[in-house]
């Protein structure tokens, strides 16, 4: 995400000597022979420091086999961000399938792609709840999990973590925060996430205690401060001719990666004090777009330096333009929907803090 991003990620993300020696040697569309197999499967556990709990197999199928447009639904719902389509897994060949603890691969088979999917099935061994949930997990909360697994199983397909930097990062106490143009949302998550597992003693913790934010994802001090989202609570308008499509938190993750076509740089400070958001879409009689957005902040000033920001940060789905009112530490914005509407719905809201993953089931 930040441009300093190559230097930083060859510090945390040493390679581990062992597991190297222990790469598949041949190109990675060779044929897999039971050999390789067995060597990628010692490999993984050595670079994730975990044993498998049932041994995985493996098996190549042709493109009619009936598991497979299953599993590769099951790996578009675990992308970060999903877009509800299986176009998200265009080009990949391997897929974990958790049931059967099972590699499965059209030919000819990827090795990273075998490597990704093998670490996939250990983390599902060790974190069976986390992992099972992690598809139908809604809104930040769920881009935060999803982030966190595939960091794990890129760093586990590659070199791993390396040792624990001295100094973790915090990329939210960056000033400026520096977003680099091109970046995918997907990239700039699973590097956050790379981050916050690496800056850990304990690299099992974030498993058994998940980030429940994109902020908490990208901020090491709020991670461990356990610094909890706060949901805003309350009944969305009703709105002539429209009906709810879509309810829930954008998060900070969502608010960054806004930025990622063009690239830039924006102060941390409103970042860093955000508590928590909730976006509001309606879709309405003859195709018209309305929505409704809030965010708090830890103060007012904050809120503030927010307020000017919100129409480069919200991402694209919310139509423009935009109008905005600040009350204190909430900002308020809708487009499509009355002034006296929007502003009553902001200030009925409740603020109530997310413990856990649970509460949003």
């Known amino acids: 995400m930040p441009n300093e991003i190559a230097p930083m990620g060859a510090r945390l993300l040493t390679r581990l000597a062992l597991a190297a020696l222990l790469l598949v040697p041949a190109s990675a569309t060779a044929a897999i022979g039971d050999a390789a197999f067995e060597k990628m499967i010692a490999r993984t556990e050595i670079v994730r420091g975990l044993r498998f709990l049932e041994h995985p197999t493996f098996e190549i199928v042709a493109a009619s086999h009936p598991r497979l447009a299953t599993l590769r639904a099951d ?6 961000i999903p877009n509800g389509s299986p176009s998200d897994t265009v080009g990949r060949v391997c897929h974990p399938d958790f049931a059967r603890a099972r590699v499965i691969c059209l030919a000819p088979p990827d090795q990273t792609q075998i490597c990704d999917a093998l670490a996939r099935l250990l983390d599902a061994q060790h974190y069976p709840e986390l992992v ?40 939210l106490a960056q000033e400026p925060i520096e977003i680099r143009a091109g970046e995918t949302a997907k990239s ?80 941390n400070s409103f970042l860093a004090a955000w508590q928590g958001d909730r976006g509001v879409s309606f879709a309405c009689a003859r195709g018209a777009r309305a929505w409704l957005y809030a965010v708090d902040f830890a103060d007012d000033a904050a809120a503030g330096e927010f307020a000017p920001w919100i129409d480069a940060l919200l991402p694209a789905a919310f139509a423009r333009p935009i109008e905005t009112r600040r009350e204190g530490r909430r900002v308020v914005a809708w487009h499509g929907v009355p002034a006296s509407v929007a502003s009553a719905w902001g200030a009925a809201l409740r603020s109530s803090e997310l413990r856990s993953l649970q509460a949003l089931e």
């Open 75 to 80: 790996a578009a719902a675990r992308e970060p």
């Open 132 to 171: 099972a949930s992690a598809p139908g997990l809604r809104d930040d909360p769920g881009v935060a999990v999803r982030s966190l697994l595939a960091a794990s199983a890129a760093a586990t397909a590659g070199s791993g973590l390396g040792p624990q930097p001295d100094d973790p990062p915090d990329l």
């Open 188 to 267: 700039a998550l699973v590097f956050a996430a790379t981050v916050l597992l690496a800056s850990q003693r304990d690299r099992e913790a974030p498993f058994r205690a998940p980030p429940l934010s994109t902020k908490q994802l990208m901020s090491v001090r709020a991670y461990a401060a356990a610094e909890p989202p706060r949901l805003l609570v309350g009944a969305p308008p009703a709105l002539d001719g429209c009906r709810v499509a879509r309810d829930g938190s954008v998060g900070v993750g969502r608010l960054l990666v806004a930025l990622t076509p063009a690239g830039g740089e924006l102060p």
